[in-house]
């Protein structure tokens, strides 16, 4: 049997509190700049159709491309992160988002645009488990879930950035002068990072390439990181394939709703977002014991709102589409679950590594749900127009996700509980003391 005890705050940063919330308020600007890039070609879809002359597969194979950057460079960058620290891989992650989107405000071909979101999504996997890597080192380990919900939840006001302003510009000055501005914003955002923000105190000393290599091979082993992978592939999918891609085609396209309104559903989108972060937080930190449950029913919440939206002819009431918003953007704090597991399973040494690890999961299935609405929609839309009822046979491809991400996190549950030699039933799991309150139970 091995267990895992939580790590022990450092004295300095329970003394460098006010200087831990500044450092966290520069990295969640980065985080936030970040998702605006990250976002801005989903508000820009249908626009992006004309200018590129591109088909529902080909617009869905920009956003794939860049998920897919961004996921295969999770474990790489952890591993960096690990070695150098979160100053250098933020201010780095902003200068190449930001050279990404200049690239983009120039583009006029398919290709041009592609090499600028593989550009962004290079910067956008080096940004946030470099902030998230700063909540770690600076904070005491009872604030870090609810701080870490923080940081995902306010770095979606980026969302916001990219669905008013950026909209705005986009039809105001127009494409140039829209990308353009995000590219200024993020070399702000890089000078800022590099100029301020800082490792932390106690950092170890950078590992070896061959202790490098022993922990991505341990973290990957203890079965409670790949339960954090499965929390997050589970939870995330939906809410990112809605922001990232076709949630705002579907509300104007397939629902007919007038652009402005899909833009205000989709700031309602990133409030809930935020509103329900640090509540889901405050659970994590309260009920260790229950994780895995919570995860279950934001999942249970979201499938239940899309079954009842695609079962009601298009155009579905106001109310309903309300109600899906608000469902789905539970998978974003959700998928922050998955970061706690990976937290409180793995030593400060390797936490890097095993928060990127954790992160593959949620854009993987990201990246395979929004590749296969694009190919329903293309296969039902030969004219080129996305009618409601190509929409709403194309969101039904997540029921194969789901089923795959719950079996996922069900089975890495029970192997987690074995491998700390915990019991697997459910009656039996239900332990007193100090084990009920241990972070290290992966309920």
Not at 136 to 151: D, I
Not at 216 to 235: I, K, N, S
Request: hydrophobic share 50%; glycine share 12%.
């Amino acid at each position: 049997m091995q267990t895992l005890s939580e790590p022990q705050d450092i004295p300095a940063k329970q003394k460098a509190a006010p200087i831990a919330w500044a450092l966290w308020g520069i990295g969640v600007l980065a985080y936030a700049v970040a998702v605006l890039h990250r976002t801005s070609f989903g508000v820009v879809g249908l626009d992006a159709v004309h200018r590129f002359d591109a088909s529902a597969g080909i617009l869905a194979s920009f956003t794939v491309l860049q998920l897919l950057v961004y996921a295969s460079m999770q474990v790489p960058v952890g591993l960096l992160l690990d070695r150098i620290g979160p100053r250098r891989m933020v201010a780095g992650g902003a200068l190449l988002m930001a050279a990404g989107q200049a690239l983009m405000a120039v583009s006029s071909d398919v290709g041009t645009a592609v090499a600028a979101r593989v550009m962004v999504g290079a910067g956008d996997a080096m940004t946030f488990i470099s902030v998230l890597g700063i909540v770690a080192t600076w904070f005491p380990n009872r604030y870090v879930p609810v701080v870490t919900q923080l940081t995902g939840q306010l770095g979606q006001l980026g969302q916001v950035l990219s669905a008013i302003p950026l909209v705005a510009l986009l039809h105001g000055p127009g494409w140039g002068t829209a990308f353009g501005s995000a590219a200024a914003l993020g070399v702000l955002v890089a000078v800022l990072s590099f100029a301020f923000l800082r490792n932390g105190p106690g950092r170890e000393d950078a590992p070896s390439l061959r202790e490098t290599g022993v922990h991505l091979a341990e973290t990957w082993r203890h079965p409670g990181t790949r339960l954090g992978l499965w929390a997050h592939f589970v939870t995330q999918f939906t809410t990112n394939t809605f922001a990232l891609m076709w949630g705002y085609p579907y509300l104007v396209s397939g629902q007919g709703m007038r652009p402005a309104t899909a833009s205000t559903l989709l700031t309602l989108f990133v409030l809930v977002n935020i509103v329900s972060g640090p509540v889901i937080g405050r659970l994590v930190a309260s009920y260790p014991l229950r994780r895995s449950w919570l995860v279950l029913g934001i999942v249970g919440l979201n499938a239940a709102a899309w079954a009842a939206v695609l079962a009601w002819p298009p155009p579905a009431p106001a109310w309903l589409l309300v109600l899906l918003v608000m469902c789905v953007a539970l998978g974003g704090p959700g998928s922050m679950i998955g970061f706690d597991y990976a937290r409180t399973f793995n030593p400060p040494g390797r936490q890097g590594t095993a928060t990127g690890i954790v992160n593959v999961g949620g854009f993987f299935a990201t990246l395979v749900t929004i590749l296969m609405i694009g190919l329903v929609l293309d296969a039902m839309s030969p004219a080129g127009e996305f009618t409601p009822e190509a929409f709403r046979a194309a969101w039904t491809v997540q029921t194969v996700i789901w089923a795959v991400g719950v079996a996922g996190v069900l089975r890495s549950r029970v192997r987690t509980r074995r491998h700390l030699g915990l019991p697997t039933g459910r009656g039996k799991g239900r332990s007193t003391g100090r084990r009920r309150r241990s972070p290290r139970d992966p309920r």
